[in-house]
């Protein structure tokens, strides 16, 4: 019982005077309690933390022969003195010539082989975020209002609805599709076309326009969209838009979640190791209008009051001449699926209500169920990226607490030293899916508000973009001007399934200010103190 008080936070809301009633004019107020992230201090598990390194062994063996090799190599040479090892060189090149040349030979060849061998670096040379038109434009008190003007909600529902869009980190600018506003049936085929025509194309242009690259020379396409999946699919649709070369490999991703982009870019990463000297896509959206849910039951109610247009097109290359142009290189890619676990698998749950009305259903259990999928993946990730320093101490004291931490049934456990995160990374790309989420995310992680600010701002000026979500906050850090060569970026996103998937890149240049970004227009009014 004490372990559930403990994922339990309380909130006063609603202050206010009574009007009416018995009590009118006493001051009235209510309490919120809601879930939280359970404490990552207490709950470490030491499993995870053998996954990473072992992540770390299989890739990081080789490398740590070479340092032995080398030293061996520096030892015995260094032995020698200038005349005695050039006489030793030329000797044995006089008496034993044919055994020199073998060994050149063997070198030069086993050398090639390591290096045609080893799988290429997957570079990102740009990336692009669709911003809609102005007539888009919505703020939370405009949605409300089309909310009661539609007349599909009871009074109940549109309180409810107003509470969660003024306590969720959004702002006033996001952007919904004219039909949600206008009360008119958004769960049709041809609105979802629309939509995705509209987000999907705006980036693209973008992008290509960005990176001089013309859509006959993408060789993979890799589209992700959890909800609207159309026959032909989005894949087939961009590839008869931009009259895309038939032979390109095209892959359409559906119902992966909010977490959905990193996905991708794993497939993407797959297809371009195995077809090198190759560019491709990966194409990342959700259509608002097609899953806006017109019912009353209030956990599906949810999504109506965080999703927002938006759309991220990026093209990754792994032709080494693109080294030069190329704004990041892939480090890592580390993936945690919950699915196995029934709680997890539907804490977000397509399906339809009493009144048979098709929408998202999110448990009141996600906050935690989303803590323990990104616990697990940021302690198989921790061995990949931090310092030797931070892992000796983690290491140390979790074997401490494992062994010698339960000594007594009236000794508190002795607590894991949790790494500091910020020594590995530079920039954070949070999945901005609300308020809460990212209260949360930077209490157990430690991380600053300076940290955690590009995806606070990406919440508030465009709203939870689902799987795009994390290349706004990019965006915001690059019209920032923030990234310099050398940085460490981590992008984290959960979504529904359960998934925590995580993408680390590595700045291979200065990042100046780009001529077309999302931000521009507005980027001086950021961050906000509220």
Known sequence: MAGEQDLLATEIVNRGIESSGPNAGSQTFS???????????????????????HYLINHGIYLATIPVLVLVFSAEVGSLSREELWKKLWGDARYDLATVLGFFALFVFTL????????????????????PTDDLKVSKQQLIEAARRSGKYDEGSLNFQKRILMSSGIGDETYIPKPVMAGENCATMKEGRAEAGMVMFGALDELFEKTGIRPKDVGVLVVNCSIFNPTPSLSAMIINHYKMRGNILSFNLGGMGCSASVIAIDLARDMLESNPNNYAVVVSTEMVGYNWYPGKERSMIIPNCFFRMGCSALLLS????????????LEHIVRTHKGADDRSFRCVYQEEDSERLKGLRVSKDLVEIGGEALKTNITTLGPLVLPFSEQLFFFATLLWRNLFGHAGPQQPPTKPYIPDYKLAFEHFCVHAASKTALDELQRNLGLS?????????ALKRFGNTSSSSIWYELAYLEAKERVKKGDRVWQIAFGSGFKCNSLVWKAMRRVKKPARNPWLDCIDRYPTVN
């Open 449 to 457: 508000d300076a940290n955690i600010e590009p995806s606070r701002m």
């Open 112 to 131: 090639s082989v390591y290096v045609m061998s080893r799988p290429r670096s997957i570079y990102l040379i740009d990336f692009a975020c669709f911003k």
């Open 31 to 53: 309490v919120r309690v809601r879930r939280r992230l359970p404490d990552f201090v207490q709950s470490v598990n030491l499993k995870y933390v053998k996954l990473g390194y």
């Open 318 to 329: 792994n032709r080494r001449p693109d080294f030069r142009r190329a704004k990041y290189r």
